[in-house]
Every structure is written in C-alpha cells, then in structure tokens.
C-alpha cells in the first residue's frame, strides 16, 4: 500500500521540511514502500490523477526544498470540501458538489492503493481530511485508510500541540516588521496600528506583541483588550510616562468581530483625545494604519520550524510504519502527531478537530505575561 502526502490550507514555512522528514524517515526503514504527492492541497486529490500526482517519488523530489518558503508541493482551499451551512441559499447545488468531491478523492486515493493519507494543514484542512476518510471507509470497507495530521500553520491554534509549523518563522517575520515599523515610528512620534494574521487566534498577535516590545495589544478572545477607551487609557497614561510613540498590535480577528473600520475608529478616537493632545505639546498625535499581511507567512523556514518539521514527519512515518510512537501505546484510527515541547506526541485526530481551534484565554501565561510588559491604564511606573 502507498502513502499519499499533501499540504493544504494556508502556506506556513516549514511545511517542505515536514514533507521531506515524512518521505525519507520512510524510505530509510522501508525503502520499496510507494510514496505519492498529491499537488495543490485536497485539489489535487479530486483531479485527473496524471496532472495532479506524482506517483513512486524518489529522493531527488525532496532534495534542495528544506529552505525554501512555502510549499513546494503547493496548496490551497477548497470549498467544496465544506459541509454547507444549513441556511446557504443554493445549499441543494453545494451539497451536491461537496458529495462529488468526496467521491471522487476516495476513488482516486483507492485506485492509487493509498492506506495512509499524511496532511501537513490546519484544522479547516483535517477537518476536510476527515470527511474524506470517513466517506473512504463507508465506500471500500475491506480497504484499510487512515489520515495522519501534522499541524501546520502560522496561526499555532491546533489543539493538543504546543506549536505548529511555521509559527516561529511567521513571528519573526512580524517581529522583524515590528522594528521595522519602530524606526519609523520613533522617528515621527506617531501611534502605529498593526494587522497581525491568527484568523480568529491571538496568538501570533500576542507572542509577537511580546518579543516586539508593543505598548499595547488587541486580541479577539479577550473584549477588554479591544475597548478603545481602554486603549486609548493605556496610551494617556504611557504619554504621561514620556512614552512619545506607540505600537499597537492587533490580531485580525478583531476586525473579524467588529468590521474594518475597527482600526479607523481606533484612529480617530487617538486623534480626538484632548488629553493625548494635551501631553503631546498642543497637537494631535498622528495616527498610520498598517497591516502585515501575507508577510509573516514568507520567506525561509527557521531552524525551529525545520527542527519541529522533523520531529512532526519523524513521527509520522513511525505511526504509518509501527502504528505507534516509540514506546507509545498502539494507535487506531485517524491520529495528528504534535508535540509538547520537544516530545512528539499522538492524538486522535477527532479529539483534536473538536477542540480546536485552541484560543488564548486571560488566563494564559504568556497573556499575563503580555499584561506585565506592556502599558496598563495604572502604569505605576
Ligand atoms: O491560517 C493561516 C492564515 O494565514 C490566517 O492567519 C489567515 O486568516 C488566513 O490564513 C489567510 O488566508 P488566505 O491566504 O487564504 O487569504
């Protein structure tokens, strides 16, 4: 039987080196055993096989790929994959297409002999993974099939895994941009506003608020962090400090809850406040929006997220090779490899599409650690 790989969802850095551990951690314990990519993320299981798969990879395919961003194999979303909102308008037409799309991957996956289907994504992606395997063991019963998840995305929302691949490289990147931004900032005693991709997680917002020293932050799970009076308190209160700049950082789910012009009205309030005024000699403080954007998910892998790559498609292969982590327990059914800290782990891979995705909470150390570091509207010092 053959093992299928492929990447879907959002790109992260890192996922080549995942690929590239799956394939040869393998291939070095079973040579002849037939290794499919399937190119495009869950496309390229649902096309004509010959333009989208490549069948019996050899070595050479995963040679000159560990450092390069993105993914070589390619990836994507898929809407049909979705089961269709119960209230969509043209729901009939979706079903029907979300029916065709299952029935063509499980065709296709059996005539290619898969049994272990790896998914380097994240949750959107193993939740699809998931229907897939399920309508695959419904259609050929005899046939054995499993999917094996490794978290990969910069968002590091996936539930029973301390990090994903390509978190770290993407909070560098932010990071980066970060100082970047500092520069300039400093330089016109201005309030910058910043974008920060999580989808509805804070948690790239948070760690990357953190290492970058921003005076305030706004993450979607806690409200009081994106009240704009309380905002604009901890700025009053930096401003009386001497602080003559500010960076806020916020996670897009904000904008997701609240609309676009969440960041506008931020703007104008700060521009509007006769105390900020006041302490910034007479005039309004200058307020810039930016946004990191598609940024922080590029550029070369950093040697965490290749490190962790190789652990994450390390253990892969042991689970589709022994069924089992090295002296873990045997393993049965769909299952994601994560790891807590430097451990791989296994879990169900049900357990972890119900729980995630895994949000910040006020409790959260590194969210109490955010609170410590940044500006607070009682700034005692
Ligand atoms: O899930 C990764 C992610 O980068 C999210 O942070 C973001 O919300 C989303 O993907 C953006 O998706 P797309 O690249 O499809 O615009």
Redesign the pocket.
């Known amino acids: 039987m053959s093992v299928g790989i492929l990447t879907s969802?959002?790109d992260a850095p890192g996922m080549n080196a995942g690929v590239r551990a799956v394939f040869r951690s393998i291939k070095m314990r079973e040579p002849s055993r037939e290794i499919v990519f399937f190119r495009g993320g869950f496309r390229g299981l649902a096309r004509k096989l010959d333009s989208s798969t490549d069948r019996n990879v050899q070595r050479q395919e995963t040679r000159g790929i560990i450092h390069r961003g993105g993914t070589f194999l390619g990836t994507g979303?898929v809407p049909e994959l979705k089961v269709p909102a119960a209230d969509a308008p043209d729901r009939v037409a979706q079903l029907a297409a979300h029916e065709a799309f299952l029935r063509v991957a499980a065709v296709n996956l059996y005539q290619m002999d898969v049994s272990d289907l790896v998914v380097v994504g994240?949750d959107g992606s193993f939740r699809g993974a998931r229907l897939i395997a399920r309508h695959f063991r419904e259609t050929f019963p005899d046939r054995p099939f499993r999917v094996i998840g490794i978290p990969g995305?910069?968002?590091n929302d996936i539930w029973g895994s301390d990090y994903s691949i390509g978190f770290d490289t993407a909070l560098n990147n932010v990071v980066d941009a970060i100082r970047k931004i500092r520069d300039t900032v400093e330089s016109h005693k201005r309030v910058i506003i910043l974008e920060v991709?999580?989808?509805t997680s804070g948690w790239l917002a948070l760690q990357s608020a953190i290492a970058g020293g921003a005076s305030v932050l706004a993450i979607p799970e806690v409200a009081a962090s994106h009240d704009h009076e309380n905002i604009v308190r901890r700025l009053i209160r930096g401003a009386e400090r001497d602080y003559r700049y500010f960076i806020i950082v916020y996670a897009?789910g904000v904008a997701k809850q609240h609309g676009n012009g969440w960041a506008q009205g931020l703007r104008r309030r700060i521009e509007a406040d006769p105390s900020l005024r006041r302490l910034h000699g007479g005039v309004p403080m200058e307020v810039r929006l930016n946004s990191i954007g598609?940024l922080a998910?590029g550029g070369s892998p950093s040697a965490l997220d290749n490190t962790l790559a190789g652990l994450l498609g390390t253990a892969a292969s042991d689970v589709i090779l022994h069924g089992q982590l090295p002296g873990g327990p045997a393993l049965a059914g769909d299952v994601m490899v994560g790891c807590e800290g430097p451990r791989a782990v296994a879990l169900a891979l049900d357990e972890v599409v119900e729980r995630s995705p895994r949000l910040v909470t006020e409790d959260s150390p590194l969210f109490r650690i955010a609170q410590n570091l940044m500006l607070s509207a009682e700034q005692p010092f």
Do not use: L
Request: glycine share 30%.
């Open positions: 969802g959002g979303r994240g995305t910069i968002d991709m999580g989808n897009e598609h998910r």
